[in-house]
């Protein structure tokens, strides 16, 4: 059901032969024969400066928006909506579907960097310290050297198999 429409001066509501009804910039609703007995360009009920606009099938959308029902407001506004969320959630997935696919090859090219890394530094050869004279090894002599001590790097000895 739409909203009644009446004058805020005459309370007159439309009828066959109609006044025309005008909307002033200050909200008020005024018909034509009201209209013609006022200022121009101020408004007959709070007497502020305004303009007018009559109202027609002509009307703007918006300014229609507020005589209309609000059970088909919300109808309007609601498929607008959904319209809207439909839009943004497909660009949503798109995007989303950039970011996983870019996120999978940086962890392709992170994998292959560590193993070409692992495999450099596998392929190093020791690193020779020049033992000190009076090292802890030259006092002790049942003490056990380390890996890169005794030439061999942690790459080629894993802890649970024994060194011979």
């Known amino acids: 059901m739409a909203f009644q429409v009446f004058c805020n001066v005459c309370l007159c509501e439309p009828h066959k032969p109609t006044p025309r009804f005008s909307l002033t910039s200050c909200g008020h609703v005024i018909c034509e024969i009201c209209l013609q007995k006022g200022k121009k360009d101020e408004c007959l009920i709070c007497r502020t400066p305004c303009r007018t606009l009559f109202l027609s099938k002509e009307t703007s959308p918006d300014i229609q928006s507020l005589f209309m029902g609000i059970d088909m407001l919300c109808k309007k506004y609601a498929e607008e909506i959904t319209q809207v969320s439909e ?50 090894t030259s006092r002790n002599p049942h003490s056990i050297p380390s890996r890169k001590q005794n030439g061999y790097s942690s790459c080629y000895l894993h802890p649970s198999h024994p060194s011979t």
């Not at 943004?88 to 950039?98: S, V």
């Open 87 to 136: 839009f943004q959630e497909k660009h949503r997935k798109h995007l989303l579907a950039y970011h996983r696919q870019k996120t999978m090859k940086l962890e392709e090219s992170l994998k292959k960097l560590t193993q070409q890394i692992h495999q450099i530094q596998c392929m190093k050869p020791p690193e020779q310290t020049p033992q000190l004279p009076f090292s802890s």
